[in-house]
């Protein structure tokens, strides 16, 4: 008997012991799966995008939830701008760059120049998109949620577009980031409205009057991108970022999101006589579903880079602004939200908010003074909390990762930018003091394969990370 106890009193340290390794393993696991995105799924039910999970190490800025101004006042050595330079000035010899490189380097805090190079604007990509969020996030409430609505007048129910540019037809499984409206809620919560006024036959008409002027850019007209199914027509009214089932876009995307709620109100048992067709919104609400946040849209747009996405919130942007909600006026928008806060706008031209435009001209200076005005106002700083990560998310995930690069992967905050000869990358990258910089750095005549120009763009970003390391 005097060996029991000792037998289990081993039995139990032995399992003990495993547990703790165990919790410790588990620990070790939670860790690397939170910084690659494992864990997503688990948190927020699917992708949780760049602001719901922590930073990595050494990028975690300040406000990343929008609440708080982004950058504190920098506390590390004041970095050396005549080594900064050189720094820069070597890096852009790449070949791969081409002739025509622009770059800005500032303190993202202080907005002093620390390295430059090239002068005048280039043909900015996707960067512009930089300058739409910005101007998203200054002239709309960042918490508000766009409205998808249904109204009633007599026997015609009316869809009403309040310019959602992620509407869905039907709940997205497993959900992204950010609330996701979609028409088959819109629809049982229709019918049971309806059920209780005693309706159940209704005519269907659509709404898209939010959104004025073309559906197209101009400065889109010899690329055929719409054409050629690049981009949907924008709308205030569609589903699926403006496609139909086969994943193609929608030549009229308020008429298919109408087909769409026909047919799930029918699933839920309401009568639609006839086609939907276009109609002015009158009458009583019946129901609605509602966007993400402005600042989770921003955000979305930003990480993936969403075209559609860009120029729906161009379109409330010029409305906000007290101009058209249109390309002319989201474009004039744009320019005062970044003149009344401050931002050099020299040489700026704008045709479109997603950069899609080649004749869109931005110079480096116009960026980072876009990244300097959203870190000083809580109201913006979502902007840069909605940037990619480099090496971990978004248009960043497969970037920064040869090389000498590695040595800032998780340390890059950026937007990147990409057409035919175009590439460009802005955003936020920490020194070897800790001190956060804004860079812009901006290649308009590159031949040379892209994957070389990006290489190239990633190692200049890398030089003024690693500067005096």
Same mark, same amino acid.
């Given at each position: 008997?005097?060996?029991?106890?000792?037998?289990?009193?081993?039995?139990?340290?032995?399992?003990?012991?495993?547990?703790?390794?165990?919790?410790?393993?588990?620990?070790?696991?939670?860790?690397?799966?939170?910084?690659?995105?494992?864990?997503?799924?688990?948190?927020?039910?699917?992708?949780?995008?760049?602001?719901?999970?922590?930073?990595?190490?050494?990028?975690?800025?300040?406000?990343?939830?929008?609440?708080?101004?982004?950058?504190?006042?920098?506390?590390?050595?004041?970095?050396?701008?005549?080594?900064?330079?050189?720094?820069?000035?070597?890096?852009?010899?790449?070949?791969?760059?081409?002739?025509?490189?622009?770059?800005?380097?500032?303190?993202?805090?202080?907005?002093?120049?620390?390295?430059?190079?090239?002068?005048?604007?280039?043909?900015?990509?996707?960067?512009?998109?930089?300058?739409?969020?910005?101007?998203?996030?200054?002239?709309?409430?960042?918490?508000?949620?766009?409205?998808?609505?249904?109204?009633?007048?007599?026997?015609?129910?009316?869809?009403?577009?309040?310019?959602?540019?992620?509407?869905?037809?039907?709940?997205?499984?497993?959900?992204?980031?950010?609330?996701?409206?979609?028409?088959?809620?819109? =629809?049982?919560?229709? #019918? $049971? @409205? +309806?059920?209780?006024? !005693? %309706? /159940?036959? &209704?005519?269907?008409?659509?709404? *898209?009057?939010?959104?004025?002027?073309?559906?197209?850019?101009?400065?889109?007209?010899?690329?055929?991108?719409?054409?050629?199914?690049?981009?949907?027509?924008?709308?205030?009214?569609?589903?699926?970022?403006?496609?139909?089932?086969?994943?193609?876009?929608?030549?009229?995307?308020?008429?298919?999101? =109408?087909?769409?709620? #026909? $047919? @799930? +109100?029918?699933?839920? !048992? %309401? /009568?639609? &006589?006839?086609?939907?067709?276009? *109609?002015?919104?009158?009458?009583?609400?019946?129901?609605?579903?509602?966007?993400?946040?402005?600042?989770?849209?921003?955000?979305?747009?930003?990480?993936?880079?969403?075209?559609?996405?860009?120029?729906?919130?161009?379109?409330?942007?010029?409305?906000?602004?007290?101009?058209?909600?249109?390309?002319?006026?989201?474009?004039?928008?744009? @320019?005062?939200?970044?003149?009344?806060?401050?931002?050099?706008?020299?040489?700026?031209?704008?045709?479109?908010?997603?950069?899609?435009?080649?004749?869109?001209?931005?110079?480096?200076?116009?960026?980072?003074?876009?990244?300097?005005?959203?870190?000083?106002?809580?109201?913006?700083?979502?902007?840069?909390?909605?940037?990619?990560?480099?090496?971990?998310?978004?248009?960043?995930?497969?970037?920064?990762?040869?090389?000498?690069?590695?040595?800032?992967?998780?340390?890059?905050?950026?937007?990147?930018?990409?057409?035919?000869?175009?590439?460009?990358?802005?955003?936020?990258?920490?020194?070897?003091?800790?001190?956060?910089?804004?860079?812009?750095?901006?290649?308009?005549?590159?031949?040379?394969?892209?994957?070389?120009?990006?290489?190239?763009?990633?190692?200049?970003?890398?030089?003024?990370?690693?500067?005096?390391?």
């Amino acid at each position: 008997m005097s060996g029991r106890p000792g037998r289990r009193i081993g039995t139990r340290l032995l399992a003990a012991l495993v547990v703790v390794a165990l919790v410790a393993g588990a620990g070790l696991w939670l860790r690397a799966a939170h910084a690659d995105g494992r864990l997503n799924s688990l948190i927020c039910g699917g992708d949780c995008g760049p602001s719901a999970v922590s930073a990595p190490d050494g990028l975690a800025l300040e406000g990343d939830d929008g609440t708080a101004p982004a950058v504190e006042p920098a506390t590390g050595a004041d970095p050396d701008p005549t080594s900064l330079q050189a720094v820069v000035d070597a890096a852009v010899r790449a070949p791969a760059l081409g002739p025509h490189v622009g770059v800005r380097v500032t303190d993202l805090a202080t907005g002093r120049v620390l390295a430059e190079h090239g002068d005048g604007a280039f043909t900015p990509a996707s960067t512009t998109k930089v300058l739409t969020g910005f101007a998203a996030l200054a002239t709309l409430d960042p918490d508000a949620r766009l409205a998808t609505r249904t109204v009633l007048d007599g026997d015609r129910l009316v869809l009403v577009g309040g310019g959602d540019p992620f509407l869905l037809s039907e709940p997205e499984r497993p959900a992204g980031y950010g609330e996701r409206a979609d028409l088959r809620t819109l =629809a049982k919560r229709t #019918a $049971r @409205e +309806l059920a209780t006024r !005693g %309706v /159940d036959r &209704v005519r269907l008409g659509y709404d *898209a009057s939010l959104f004025e002027g073309p559906s197209a850019s101009p400065a889109w007209a010899a690329n055929g991108y719409v054409r050629a199914g690049i981009v949907a027509p924008v709308s205030a009214l569609w589903v699926d970022r403006g496609t139909g089932p086969s994943g193609a876009t929608v030549a009229d995307p308020a008429a298919a999101a =109408a087909a769409v709620l #026909a $047919r @799930e +109100l029918r699933q839920a !048992g %309401v /009568d639609v &006589v006839g086609s939907p067709s276009a *109609a002015t919104a009158s009458g009583d609400e019946v129901a609605r579903v509602t966007s993400a946040t402005v600042r989770q849209l921003v955000e979305v747009v930003l990480r993936r880079s969403d075209n559609e996405g860009a120029e729906v919130l161009l379109r409330h942007v010029g409305r906000a602004s007290g101009q058209p909600a249109s390309f002319a006026g989201g474009t004039q928008g744009v @320019e005062q939200a970044l003149s009344d806060a401050g931002v050099d706008v020299s040489g700026l031209v704008l045709g479109d908010g997603s950069g899609l435009a080649r004749g869109n001209l931005i110079a480096p200076a116009t960026l980072t003074g876009a990244l300097e005005a959203a870190a000083r106002d809580p109201r913006t700083s979502a902007l840069l909390a909605g940037l990619p990560v480099a090496g971990f998310d978004g248009t960043l995930a497969d970037r920064f990762d040869a090389g000498s690069s590695r040595d800032v992967v998780g340390l890059v905050r950026a937007k990147t930018g990409t057409l035919t000869g175009v590439h460009a990358l802005a955003g936020v990258v920490r020194d070897p003091s800790g001190r956060p910089l804004a860079v812009a750095v901006m290649a308009d005549r590159a031949t040379a394969a892209p994957a070389d120009v990006q290489a190239a763009l990633d190692a200049v970003v890398t030089a003024v990370a690693t500067a005096g390391d």
